[in-house]
């Protein structure tokens, strides 16, 4: 029976379905087979958890007996760090989003994908973007809620969304670094080093751990032209309930900055890493 | 070609592409017809994979032009690839997903509606034997359970044109020959199939046509019933001694070149160096025994056969398909391959 239908090449074509359809179809099946893997081997999932949960529980810890009044706004130190590690849970997640991609490339998926008549080549970075955008959202909403169990608070409200949006601001622009890096570099051994190198003084040289006033003048102003201290901040006056755009949250060494002003760097920084990693991925998608 | 009247549905012209200081393709040009089954064989370094990687648009020719089904494969990259199923020589597989959650992915990068996509894995799920473990996961896959699953991913549009990157490597008899089945059959179903391959008996099982490529140009092509009949004559193989001396093997040579009705004789270096002929006939062989008598040449072993492919081969480059794979393994740069598959 299904021989000859098996075998034979296909003879009239059904009616060609929109762009947009072939688009969507193509971008989601390829964002399953990355929700599928994470599905099977959740480890990603997990330790992406457990890691900020562990800095979370020791540092705040670490600093719980600090005395009051020495931070600004007078907050305890566990409710000053709770910002910090959420923004570091999205921004470590996002930093990963390359490595799926560098798989592919080294064994030969990519080559599979490329074979494939797809609408648009770029529906393998969006579907890279989407995944990784949801991980990164669901783990740092569990440490947020680890961080409400400890007593670290929860933004209301509009702050809540503040504290969302910011997180997709932050995690879109360290995709693009992240994809970049992962078609520029020439295999997953360099590319683990460089993320592994990276994590960690990124995240010591921001607002994550301690503010700039503690901070000698160099690392002051590391920290402040940190893109994650961009996000660290809103999100730190949001928990406060004190978010308004027009606020000063961050007070750098060459000027005081709004919650607004934080937001737009962000934004200008995703859109200007996207942009600038483009031709990149023309030239190695096309 | 007078079984195949209808245009071409592969026409490469001129393909020439280089790899650093590497020239893998000097002008690669041939025409697969429609409902052919057409066989590109060379040893591993010749440029087989680089000219289906450039037919399937994975990588851009430095000149030259591709056509599929009409299409200007260059200009028109998508529609050529709804055109073509692609086998590739490493089975890139996602150990994680099932064999039906790979081929479910496959079908929707190649936009097939639902009902098509699920008829048609049903299909080729039974076609190639796949039922039993299509819902497991690809890492538990044998070679040959994979090489399948590649098959049947590179079938499941129907496209009509098939290509298969060095698809019997590393499988076993088994699973090879009944590969081979399968593509014949969808040979007779009217695919039209390109396979690349270093096995001569491969090429020789199926193709309908093939085309030597070596050192990155044909350089010969027609069937295989065509390639040897115009080799003409039979060829004899002669060995002096079982390893023989080079000064033992010049002695036959210069004796047996003036010998009536040798056309050709020469020195296998890596076979020991035994001696080939080309004769005209049956009657040729005694006349050598003579000849290697009177000189008191002693002789190992005489063997007389019909033109393979493998003369045909050894007639267009000089050295044997062994000789040229092995010169190849010698002088393989993984690295450098590697860099090369990868985007």
Partial sequence: MTGATALAPALAPAPAPSALAELSQETLALTKRLFLQLQRRPSTLVAGILQPLIWLVLFGALFAKAPAGLLPGGVSYGRFLGAGVIVFTAFSAALNAGLPVMFDREFGFLNRLLVAPLRSRFSIVLASVLYITSLSLVQSLAIMGAAWALGYGWPGGAGLLVVLGTLLLLVAAVTALSLGLAFALPGHIELIAVIFVANLPLLFASTALAPISFMPSWLGWLAALNPLTFAIEPIRAAYLGQFSLTRVVLEAPYGNLTAGQCLLVLTLLSVGLFLSIRPLLDRKLS | ?343
């Fill in chain 2, 1 to 343: 070609m007078e079984r195949y009247p209808g245009p071409a549905v592969i026409r490469l012209e001129q393909l020439s592409k280089r790899y650093g200081s590497v020239q893998a393709l000097a002008g690669v040009s041939l025409e697969v017809p429609a409902g052919c089954l057409y066989g590109l064989l060379g040893p591993n370094g010749a440029g087989k994979t680089t000219v289906l990687r450039i037919l399937c648009t994975l990588l851009a020719p430095d000149q030259g032009a591709v056509t599929i089904a009409g299409i200007n494969a260059l200009a028109e990259p998508r529609l050529a690839r709804q055109q073509l199923g692609y086998v590739a020589q490493e089975v890139a597989i996602d150990k994680i997903l099932t064999g039906r959650e790979l081929l479910e992915l496959q079908a929707n990068l190649y936009h097939l509606p639902r009902a098509q996509r699920q008829r048609r894995i049903a299909e080729l799920s039974e076609l190639l034997s796949m039922d039993a473990w299509l819902d497991r996961r690809c890492g538990t896959y044998s070679g040959g359970m994979r090489r399948r699953l590649d098959l049947a991913s590179g079938l499941l549009h129907s496209p009509a044109v098939l290509v298969l990157d060095e698809p019997t490597v590393g499988l076993d008899i088994e699973s090879r020959t009944a590969l081979w089945q399968v593509l014949q059959q969808l040979r007779d179903g009217g695919t039209t199939i390109l396979l690349s391959s270093h096995y001569l008996e491969e090429v020789d099982a199926l193709a309908d046509r093939l085309a030597i490529l070596d050192g990155g140009l044909v350089i010969a092509e027609g069937s295989p019933a065509e390639l040897k009949r115009n080799l003409g004559g039979d060829r004899v193989t002669l060995r002096v001694r079982e390893f023989a001396s080079p000064q033992e093997a010049e002695q036959a040579q210069r004796l047996l070149q003036g010998c009536k009705g040798v056309r050709q004789v020469v020195i296998n270096r890596a076979q020991g160096h035994a001696i080939n002929l080309v004769v005209d006939g049956d009657e040729v062989l005694e006349r050598l025994r003579q000849q290697l008598s009177e000189a008191s040449l002693p002789v190992f072993s005489l063997a007389q056969s019909r033109p393979s492919l493998d003369d045909v081969y050894l007639q267009a480059t000089g050295r044997t398909l062994l000789d040229a794979e092995l010169a190849a393994v010698a002088s393989r740069d993984p690295k450098a391959e590697k860099k090369q598959a990868m985007r």
